[in-house]
């Protein structure tokens, strides 16, 4: 699992992007992957990375 931190989160787009040294660019999630929406920028979490059309994307997201 890679390990990374909330850089960018918009709670009402359910959306975000995890910063980690795992990949070159941020990495991609939206809610659905995370199981709440209590998330704060700044926020730990380990997750997978998978290959999406637009970029990497974290599946398997939890907080740490």
């Known amino acids: 699992m890679a ?3 909330v850089d960018f989160f918009n ?3 359910g959306y975000g992007f995890i910063s980690t040294e795992d990949a ?3 990495v991609f999630f939206h809610m659905e ?3 709440g929406a209590d998330l704060e920028e700044g ?3 380990e ?3 998978e290959d999406s ?3 990497p994307r974290a ?3 939890v907080r740490v």
Do not use: M, W
């Open 24 to 26: 070159d660019d941020d």
């Open 11 to 13: 709670d009402t787009g």
């Open 53 to 55: 059309p637009k970029g």
């Open 47 to 49: 997750f997978d990375i």
């Open 33 to 35: 992957d995370v199981g």
């Open 43 to 45: 926020q730990a979490l």
């Open 3 to 5: 390990s990374g931190n």
């Open 59 to 61: 599946t398997n997201v």
